[in-house]
Every structure is written in structure tokens, then in C-alpha cells.
């Protein structure tokens, strides 16, 4: 496996789009991506053999992050491309000032938990019913960054 992690050009949206409607019930459409780029969203491609087959979305607010989205397609799951996208998304995060880091996962989750917690992130609260189809409370996950 060759796997890149790369940063969003705008070509980039609709393969974003797509990964998007594969893997959430409430999938951000194209527009949306590169709205939420042009307003700073920061977004990193794993590219494996040329193809994109995961992404992160993090907003920079001064010395913080939120990471909106983090999705990897089915086919390439259990390959290390979460870690991969993470292990960039600290580098970028120290490169920049970013000091904290924080997300929402749904508790049921549990695969993204427990990659979260690899890398550090902690449970620090509980949005209740933040996600919908189907209904779920959101974990608020944490971490300082290093």
C-alpha cells in the first residue's frame, strides 16, 4: 500500500462528497466542503495508489481545533489510515499553535473511540442528542495538543 496524506485542493470536493455519502446518514454535499474550506477548514486526503480514500476536516479557531469530520471508505478500513490522517493532523496542529483539539463521536462508535484515545483524546462531556438517524448523544473528546 502506498498511502499520501495530502492537503484539499478544490478538485477534491466531490471525491470528499462521496466518501461523505458512503459513510454518514447526514453527508456534508460538495458545496458545503468547499464552503467549509474557503472559511478555513483545514481538510487532509489519504490517497492510497492515487485513489482518496480517507479524509479529515479540522477548523482552526486561534489556538484551537475542532475536527468536524474524519472518514475512511469501507474498502480501506483496519489499514492504519485514521492513525495516518491523525499522526498529520498533530504535525499540522504544532506547526500552527493549535494547543487543544476536541470532536464529537457517537458513543457506539467504538472503533473511532478507541483510535481517538491512541492518540491522546479524552471524554471530557456529553452533548445529548446530537446526532440524529438514528438518534445519538455525541461524546465531546479532548486533548492538548503536543
Known sequence: ???????????????IADLEKECFADPWSQNAII?????????LLAEENGKIVGYLGMKPVLDEGYISNVAVTNSARGKGIGSALLQKLDEYAKENGIRTISLEVRPSNAPAIALYEKF???????R????????????????EAE
Open 128 to 143: 445529548k442528542n446530537f446526532y440524529s438517524h438514528p438518534t445519538e448523544d455525541g461524546l465531546i473528546l479532548t486533548k
Open 1 to 15: 500500500m502506498e498511502l499520501e496524506i495530502r492537503f484539499y485542493t478544490d478538485a477534491d470536493a466531490c471525491f
Open 35 to 43: 464552503e467549509a474550506a474557503q472559511y478555513g477548514t483545514v481538510f
Open 120 to 126: 491522546g483524546y479524552k471524554q471530557v462531556g456529553r
